[in-house]
């Protein structure tokens, strides 16, 4: 059974770095599959970040490229996702989640989600 | 890249059915038929309910279906349970290798 779990600061600084972890159980990323960062402002709707393969293959949302930094560890089966200069704007519950990428495109599996509050 | 319009929120009796609309532009849902749909009760992660735009995945209820016409994506949730009470979105693939969510639609139970 494949679980998805991320881990971050809960808050952060503005015009900090976010910097938030996902931790995959029960199937190596190595193995294939994209993996995906979706977030949801409070009481808002989704948003699609990025989706990685763990060759480092990234595709990106285009209004948050330019802040957005990916990165895979096999060795540890997680991904984790950097964005930077923050503001109060990129406070939201980030999700972590398999992306079926060149399948059905759908994203099958979640993490429950961690809160980023931005705020000094 | 916009977000998908659906409507802000949707009601029904149990036992009824309803259809929630996810409105996008030929380059998104109107060009691909890979739109999926995910259910979100509150304080939870988003749930898959339908991918490519009309097929369930294991475990997921023949109540729940969903098609396209032209831009617009529609799911369909009959005999309504209490437990269907949820927000529900839509996602689209968008080309170039990106995918848009819908803003997102409450649906109440009565």
């Known amino acids: 059974q494949v679980q998805l779990q991320e881990s971050g600061p809960g808050l952060v600084k503005p015009s900090e770095t976010l910097s938030l972890t996902c931790v995959v159980s029960g199937y190596f990323i190595s193995s294939g599959y994209y993996w995906g960062w979706i977030r949801q402002p409070p009481g808002k709707g989704l948003e699609w970040i990025e989706s990685m393969y763990h060759s480092g293959n990234t595709y990106y949302n285009p209004s948050l490229k330019s802040r957005v930094t990916i990165s895979v560890d096999t060795s540890k089966n997680q991904f984790s996702l950097e964005l930077s200069s923050v503001t109060a704007s990129d406070t939201a519950v980030y999700y972590c989640?398999?992306?079926?990428?060149?399948?059905?495109?759908?994203?099958?599996?979640w993490g429950q989600g961690t809160m980023v509050t931005v705020s000094s | 890249q916009s977000a998908l319009t659906q409507p802000a929120s949707v009601s029904g009796s149990p036992g009824q059915s309803i259809t929630i609309s996810c409105t996008g532009t030929s380059s998104d849902v109107g060009s691909y038929n890979l739109v999926s749909w995910y259910q979100q009760h509150p304080g939870k992660a988003p749930k898959l309910m339908i991918y490519e735009g009309s097929k369930r995945p294991s475990g997921v209820s023949n109540r729940f279906s969903g098609s396209k016409s032209g831009n617009t994506a529609s799911l369909r949730i009959s005999g309504l349970q209490a437990e269907d009470e949820a927000d529900y979105y839509c996602?689209?693939?968008?080309?170039?290798?990106?995918?848009?969510f819908g803003g997102g639609t409450k649906l109440t139970v009565l």
């Open positions: 996602c689209s693939y968008a080309g170039s290798s990106t995918w848009v």
């Open positions: 989640a398999r992306h079926l990428v060149g399948a059905t495109e759908a994203f099958d599996i």
